[in-house]
C-alpha cells in the first residue's frame, strides 16, 4: 500500500476542524431542543465536501474506503430487504446447500473453490462421487444454481449479474414458483421447506440420495437465524 504523497497544509486542518466542531456543536444543541430538525450552514456542508475530497486524494482511510466498495460492489454491504422469515429460510437453503449462510456461500462453487466474477454465472462443471456415483454439476453461489437456472431465470429476472442480490432473487423465484412462500409467512416452515425439497437436493422431500439435511437440522438452524434476523420463534 502506498499514499498519494499530497499532505494537507496547516491552514486547511484548522479550518476543516473548526468547522466539524462547529457541526457537532450545532447538531448537539439541536438534539436537546426536543429533537427539532437540524440544519446543516452552508459552510459545514462545503467544509464536509473538501473534508471527504481531500481525504479521497491523500489517501486517508483508503483501506476503509476500498474495503467498503468491496462490499457494496457484491452486495455483501447491503441490509437485506426481505421479511425475517423469508431472510431465515434464505439463509437455511445457504446454510443447507454450502454449508455456511455466511457471505462466502455467494462465492462458492459445487464442489470445490470459490468464484470472485459476479458478472454472471461463473458456468463451471465439476464432477465429484456422491454415495458411490460420480455426478457432474454446474451449481454454483449460496443456493447452488445451475447454468440452466441462469439461463432461464436472469432474462426473466432482468438480472445484470450474479451478484448475491441477483442469486437471492434467483432463490425466491424458485420459492415462489413452489407455492411456499405464503406458508414462509405464515410460519409454516414443515410445509415450505417439503415445496422447494425438489429445488435443492440438501433439503427433504426429495429422491436424489446427495446426503440432505434431516427436518430437525433444518428446523434448528431456520429457529437461529430467525432470531438472528429480528422474527419470533
Known amino acids: 500500500m502506498h499514499s498519494s504523497g499530497k499532505a494537507i497544509d496547516s491552514w ?3 479550518f476543516i476542524v473548526g468547522s466539524l ?3 457537532m456543536q450545532n447538531t448537539r444543541r439541536q438534539f436537546i431542543l426536543r429533537f427539532q430538525p437540524i440544519h446543516l450552514s452552508t459552510a459545514s456542508l462545503i467544509t464536509l465536501g473538501i473534508y471527504f475530497s481531500i481525504s479521497q ?3 486517508v482511510s483508503s483501506a476503509s474506503l476500498n474495503t467498503l466498495r468491496g462490499r457494496v460492489s457484491t452486495g455483501f ?3 437485506h430487504p426481505y421479511s425475517p422469515r423469508l431472510s431465515a429460510f434464505l439463509a437455511t437453503i445457504r446454510w443447507a446447500e454450502t ?3 455466511e457471505p462466502e456461500s455467494y462465492r462458492k462453487l459445487v464442489f470445490n473453490g470459490t468464484f470472485n466474477n459476479f458478472s454472471t454465472h461463473p458456468l463451471k462443471k ?3 462421487p456422491i454415495n458411490g456415483k460420480n455426478v457432474c454439476s454446474t451449481a454454483a453461489g449460496a443456493y447452488q444454481m445451475l447454468d440452466k437456472s441462469w439461463y432461464d ?3 426473466k429476472l432482468n438480472l ?3 451478484s448475491p442480490a441477483s442469486q437471492d432473487k434467483m432463490a425466491i423465484e424458485y420459492i415462489r414458483r413452489n407455492n411456499a412462500l405464503s406458508d414462509i409467512e405464515a410460519g409454516r416452515f414443515d410445509t415450505a421447506v417439503c415445496k422447494v425439497g425438489r429445488v435443492w437436493a440438501s433439503l427433504i422431500c426429495n429422491s436424489y440420495n446427495q446426503n440432505p439435511r434431516t427436518l430437525k437440522e433444518l428446523r434448528n438452524y431456520y429457529q437461529k437465524m430467525l432470531v438472528v434476523y429480528g422474527g419470533q420463534k
Open 12 to 14: 486547511q486542518f484548522g
Open 21 to 23: 466542531v462547529e457541526l
Open 57 to 59: 486524494s491523500t489517501g
Open 77 to 79: 454491504y447491503s441490509p
Open 99 to 101: 454449508g455456511t449462510s
Open 126 to 128: 465439476q464432477c465429484a
Open 153 to 155: 431465470l436472469q432474462p
Open 160 to 162: 445484470k449479474n450474479f
